[in-house]
């Protein structure tokens, strides 16, 4: 689906122009007091039900983005204007669009901006937000607690004991080694590319397909408990309800494997879903861990409505590259041994 | 079927040069018939909104068509260290028809398949396990019906597979759980997969297929609580001829159920890449 687009760097403002035209009425509003507050667009934008009454959120969805989670050192304000963020956006593109130079890696054609790998030719939200973070004020996650502090330096050393990278499987990162990626979260992030979603409805459930890892989230709605405290899981263990129509979707359950940003595995997530135009939802999340930060905190990115279909994601089945950087790291240092012994010989 | 005609065999012997034989091999063909029949023309299953049986909930085959879809007695696991707990539990068979038809060539594959699961069983690495073998490994998958889309989420590799109900389309690439359009048929959901790769297995005894594949499911519900599953095998480069393999589905009625995480490849990563490990001290 990412060959829709087939541009030169140099081509590519004309082509997010294009892109974002029709999210500006929306995207605008967010620079009105009103939305500086709750996000609320101007326009009452009516809600579509599925045949059970619910909210539909149904159909594909993307949630890429340039707006990093927290604000950049160097920036004092909560918005840009449109002409800053389009001007950073462009910059970024080039800059994801330069990652390799047609023909420069032997025999490899791996062109970022003809095979639709740089994130502006997915399509997405145009955000005029500086960072995804929205309370605390300034943009940025809060300092961490001493317990937290703690952790992270007792993970730090852990971490290290374990060595280099390349030393052994589990020294390398989730999304690396197929099991888990930012998509799904929870929070649901979105990555460099691919940040494809498909949203189906049915009575007492909400079902989210992300297209990497073929992963799935089924929510339910009944209002059941949550797993036993007993019971963790990577993704941990979600419930869902709607507030009006927002869905609301809480996780509790998590691992210390994932620990987003630093958290315990005693975080308690709060995502909201809500569906402010046609092709535009408004996602925050809310991170409660007070064994990590004073007060929660919490993010906003929109999404935007996609095409599908998504196709099979087999990561692990084809994961070529990380066999070949274990078996390489091996076969460097048995090379290294070789010359070591060969002035003694 | 080989089980089947033992069974009627057994039955001829009871009423050998008894004068109703032919009343009673009549009776048998026709109970053979209606109860074929009568399993999909006489319950009508609850509607959903669109007016289709719902298929919603979390199933569950219960047989031992996982191990081998065809007729097996016990025999011992591979892994000796396991013992009796990793042992293969004896089952009738979910084939019907006879042996699967392999060609001479596929036959003498599906034998070193067999011999040499331990290092070939894609299931072992925690690969896709493709169609039909996701729906009875013993664990549970969710049916997430609409009207232009049903979703089947394995809890094994997390495989999950979209049917496509209102826009066939050709698979546009080779995949490990294949691309699906979906029909009802009455009482029936129907749906046509085709677009594998050559890597999966039907089950753990080396029944195999090539990138040529084409199942054709049918799902009915017999009641409230059972499923109907039908998968008809089509593979020209590895069968003599399509067959075909059918067993009830349950429901998952504990109240808690649902699919939980099984992220396999975790517990791969040591069989897979643990040779890779580096060494201490180099």
């Not at chain 1, 994932?258 to 809310?286: C, I, K």
């Not at chain 2, 032919?22 to 609850?46: D, E, H, I, N, R």
């Not at chain 2, 029944?207 to 109907?228: I, M, Q, W």
């Amino acid at each position: 689906m990412n060959h829709r687009f087939l541009v030169s760097a140099s081509g590519l403002i004309v082509l997010i122009a294009g892109m974002l035209l029709p999210t500006m009425p929306a995207a605008g509003q967010a620079t009105s007091a009103a939305a500086k507050t709750n996000g609320t667009p101007a326009k009452p934008y009516t809600q579509p039900r599925t045949p059970d009454g619910q909210p539909d959120l149904q159909g594909f969805w993307t949630n890429t983005t340039y707006t990093p989670l927290e604000r950049p050192k160097d920036v004092n304000k909560d918005f840009f204007t449109q002409e800053e963020a389009l001007e950073l956006i462009k910059k970024a593109a080039e800059v994801e669009g330069e990652q390799t130079e047609p023909g420069t890696i032997l025999d490899v054609h791996y062109d970022f901006t003809q095979f639709g790998l740089d994130r502006s030719q997915g399509g997405f939200a145009l955000n005029l937000r500086t960072s995804m973070i929205v309370d605390p004020a300034g943009g940025r996650i809060p300092p961490m607690t001493a317990a937290g502090q703690k952790r992270a330096a007792e993970r730090a050393e852990a971490r290290k004991r374990m060595g280099a990278a390349t030393d052994a499987v589990q020294n390398q990162s989730l999304s690396v080694r197929c099991i888990l990626m930012d998509r799904d979260g929870p929070p649901m992030l979105a990555g460099a590319y691919n940040n494809n979603y498909q949203f189906v409805q049915i009575p007492g459930y909400v079902m989210i397909l992300v297209e990497m890892l073929h992963d799935v989230r089924i929510i339910p709605l009944d209002g059941r408990p949550q797993m036993p405290q007993s019971i963790r899981q990577m993704m941990g263990s979600s419930r869902g309800r709607w507030e009006g129509n927002t869905l609301v979707i809480e996780t509790t359950n998590f691992t210390d494997k994932t620990a987003f940003q630093g958290a315990s595995e005693n975080m308690r997530l709060t995502e909201r879903f809500t569906r402010v135009a046609e092709d535009t939802m408004r996602y925050q999340f809310t991170v409660d861990d007070p064994a990590t930060w004073a007060k929660p905190w919490t993010a906003e990115t929109p999404w935007k409505k996609s095409i599908g279909p998504l196709f099979e994601h087999a990561c692990h089945e084809g994961n070529y590259g990380l066999y070949n950087t274990l078996a390489g790291a091996r076969a460097e240092e048995k090379r290294a041994a070789e010359g070591a012994n060969k002035p003694s010989k | 079927m080989a089980v089947m005609h033992r069974e009627i065999y057994q039955m001829r012997d009871r009423f050998r040069r008894s004068t109703i034989v032919p009343v009673a091999m009549a009776t048998v063909l026709w109970l053979c018939a209606t109860g074929a029949a009568g399993q999909t023309s006489t319950y009508k299953a609850p509607r959903s909104a669109d007016g289709k049986p719902n298929l919603n909930g979390i199933w569950q085959a219960l047989n031992e068509a996982s191990w081998d879809v065809e007729g097996h007695a016990a025999a011992p696991g591979i892994v000796t260290a396991l013992g009796a707990a990793a042992a293969v539990p004896p089952g009738m068979g979910v084939v019907e028809g006879g042996p699967i038809p392999y060609q001479p060539a596929a036959a003498a594959k599906k034998k070193e398949n067999f011999e040499k699961r331990l290092t070939l069983d894609p299931e072992i690495k925690c690969y896709l396990p493709g169609v039909p073998r996701a729906t009875y490994m013993p664990f549970p998958f969710q049916i997430i019906q609409t009207q232009k889309y049903i979703m089947m989420v394995h809890t094994f590799a997390r495989a999950v597979r979209t049917i496509y109900m209102d826009d066939h389309k050709e698979a546009p690439a080779d995949s490990w759980m294949g691309w699906s359009n979906g029909r009802w048929e009455g009482e029936t959901l129907v749906v046509d997969t085709t677009g594998f790769n050559d890597q999966t297995w039907f089950d753990r005894a080396g029944n195999f297929h090539s990138d040529a594949l084409h199942v054709v499911e049918r799902f009915t519900a017999t009641g409230p609580d059972h499923l109907l599953y039908e998968a008809t095998i089509e593979d020209p480069k590895v069968f003599t001829r399509p067959w075909k393999m059918s067993m009830p589905i349950y429901r998952r009625l504990d109240k808690s159920a649902q699919i939980m995480d099984f992220r396999c490849v975790e517990f791969v990563e040591d069989l897979i890449y643990g040779h890779l490990r580096k060494q201490p001290g180099k």
